[in-house]
């Protein structure tokens, strides 16, 4: 489809390149989902992290944070990621945690970084094995360098501009219940909403059985809401899901890799829309 997508098929046949380094970006636990449990499963050799705690800024208020250059750098070196290898990121919803690692790598720099289509489901359904997820050390392991486009996050105060100006389309990947305030946010404290001027692609709709839809239905979807050429801005409920909708559009349509990091958790907080 993309080299920033990849198939079962493909890692398959390439796992055992020297270069190639397998991210496990499966959550812990999930805001929308309280019922969920991690499985204990995942793919063989690959490094298990915790979006939380490795790739975040825990002292912010706003769940999800983009981390600093230095931070991210460390958590890499520890994984004992270098610079020139191709970073393989699936989870074990299908799609779901794993386009934010995707493009947390993007917006640090990284020239080779994949998402694995359909995660860890599409490679057990293929028939592949798989070991008990292991813990790493926390210890230097590389001389990682990141390269921190902070364009690419775009935060609170240029969202609130934009409803003026217009310089840019935001596409909030809620559903369309939270989107239009039908619907509870599953964070208790928040109203439901959304954005003036922004446009709802619930990330669902670029997904099917766990894996993204064919680049045709993507284009015919993407093409409804936005151009090629726009510059196009992606939130959701706390900048998770928003990477599912832009890795979507990035690879069939529009190159535009900005998240509005805070998302609606932030917005709605600022804006006073709490119950």
């Known amino acids: 489809m993309h080299k920033d997508i990849v198939e079962v098929k493909w ?11 397998i991210i496990d970006a499966s959550p812990k636990a999930m805001v929308t989902k309280p019922d969920y449990n991690p499985p204990n499963q995942a793919i063989p050799g690959s490094l ?17 944070t983009t981390p600093s250059k230095e ?3 460390k958590t890499c070196q520890q994984l004992g990621i270098t610079n020139k290898d191709h970073i393989i990121i699936y989870d074990s919803l299908g799609i779901y945690t794993s386009p934010r690692i995707w493009w947390l790598f993007k917006v640090m720099g990284h020239e ?20 008990e997820v292991k813990q790493y050390e926390h210890k230097t392991k590389s001389k990682y360098i990141a390269s921190y486009d902070q364009s690419l996050r775009i935060d609170y105060h240029q969202i609130c501009q934009n409803i003026t100006l217009e310089k840019f389309q935001v596409i909030d990947a809620r559903s369309s219940g ?15 909403g959304s954005i003036s001027n922004s446009k709802n692609i619930h990330y669902k709709q670029v997904l ?16 409804g ?3 090629r050429e726009e510059e196009v801005v992606y939130s959701c409920g706390s900048g998770m899901t928003a990477c599912i ?18 998302s609606w958790t932030e917005y709605a907080t600022r804006q006073g829309l709490l119950k």
């Open 225 to 227: 809401h936005f151009s």
């Open 71 to 73: 931070a991210f750098e």
């Open 245 to 262: 909708v832009l890795l979507a559009a990035y690879v069939s349509y529009n190159k535009s890799l900005s998240v509005f990091d805070g």
């Open 112 to 131: 080779q970084v994949s998402v694995l289509n359909g995660g860890l489901p599409a490679w057990i359904e293929a028939g592949l094995k798989t070991e």
């Open 208 to 223: 099917d059985q766990g894996k993204f839809k064919p680049a045709s239905q993507l284009i015919k979807l993407f093409s």
């Open 11 to 21: 890692l398959k046949e390439h796992y055992l390149e020297s270069k190639l380094v």
């Open 48 to 64: 298990p992290i915790n979006i939380k705690q490795d790739f975040a800024d825990a002292s912010s208020q706003w769940p999800n």
């Open 178 to 192: 939270r989107f239009t305030g039908i619907e509870a946010e599953p964070r208790k404290s928040l109203m439901s």
